[in-house]
């Protein structure tokens, strides 16, 4: 809605629309592991997901029938989108309890808080999100990966994120209730041997719409397999105290690790060629899959086995 034009402009924008991200997601999560059974966490976050997934489909849908109401009318399409957070917003205040420390324990000074975060039990978590955030490229990258290799791809390019979309909306639950039977850290190294998987398909000489729609198919089972099973993992390695920081620990350190991962394969794809760089990002990944299973083994949790 605000009239913003050049690079500068929308940058400025799209900083602050992400700045809003990453205030919400830690103390969101928080919300959810407070207020959940420790041994029910994995399907708990992944009810949000596949909730605040069905949000992300139906928005699109909602702007398309905007436009076909109103031609051009991209105004009213901010104003309805306004309407909604604003909605959003009250139900938060007036309908969802503010879970604060529990009286007569006094809030962690700085330092101890610094120290929380720096405990052994975080630290090996870490370091392998850190490590397969490191290869795990950015989905714009891998959609056009798929339309450079196939015509289907490329008609139909606005609705591959929507393909995603919904088979992550439909293996959330699913995946989360997995976690909490057989343990998070096994469902979060398998979600990303689907990643793998995903790309030895997108980068194989292999064509029609089917092997889209497999690729599609795999990186929707990669993110409900990981985005809400990271945080029931990590939720309740630490006391309650600090767990929104940890929570918002892990999450920066996959969002510093993807960005890497983007500039790297970016730069990859521009000197070698799209297959080239998926196979070298599929054969780092690949390694890196056992080392952070080694990381993550043994890590336990309240309730059953991480």
């Not at 399907?43 to 605040?52: E, I, K, S, Y």
């Not at 699109?60 to 957070?85: E, N, S, T």
């Not at 290799?149 to 992550?168: E, H, I, M, Q, S």
């Not at 795999?218 to 309650?240: C, E, K, Q, R, W």
Request: with cysteine.
């Amino acid at each position: 809605m605000l009239p913003v034009h050049g690079m500068a402009g929308i940058s400025a924008v799209i900083t602050v629309d992400r700045l809003g991200k990453g205030l919400r997601t830690a103390p969101r999560d928080k919300l959810i592991a407070d207020s959940s059974d420790p041994a029910q966490l994995g399907r708990a976050f992944g009810v949000h997901r596949a909730l605040d997934t069905l949000g992300a489909a139906l928005g699109p849908l909602v702007a398309f029938a905007l436009l076909l109401a109103v031609p051009r009318g991209y105004d009213a399409i901010f104003v309805a989108a306004f309407a909604f957070a604003v909605v959003g917003v009250a139900v938060i205040v007036l309908f969802v309890p503010d879970r604060k420390t529990a009286p007569g324990q006094p809030r962690l000074p700085i330092r101890r808080l610094f120290a929380a975060l720096a405990d052994k039990r975080l630290r090996k978590p870490l370091v392998a999100a850190g490590l397969l955030g490191v290869f795990t490229v950015g989905d714009g990258f891998l959609y056009l990966s798929l339309q450079h290799r196939d015509d289907f791809a490329t008609k139909l390019f606005p609705l591959l994120y929507v393909g995603t979309n919904v088979a992550y909306l439909v293996l959330a639950i699913p995946m989360g209730r997995l976690a909490d039977r057989i343990g998070r850290a096994k469902v979060l190294i398998g979600g990303h041997v689907a990643l793998l998987t995903g790309y030895l398909v997108a980068a194989a000489p292999l064509g029609g719409p089917q092997w889209t729609v497999v690729v599609l198919l795999l990186l929707g089972t990669f993110y409900a397999a990981t985005d809400g099973v990271l945080p029931a993992l990590i939720s309740h390695l630490l006391p309650a105290e600090v767990r929104g920081s940890a929570i918002a620990a892990a999450q920066t350190v996959v969002v510093v690790a993807r960005l890497l991962s983007s500039l790297g394969f970016g730069v990859l794809w521009a000197s070698t060629s799209r297959a080239s760089a998926l196979l070298t990002v599929a054969i780092l990944l690949t390694c890196a899959i056992p080392v952070a299973a080694g990381l993550l083994r043994g890590i336990r949790t309240v309730g059953r086995a991480a």
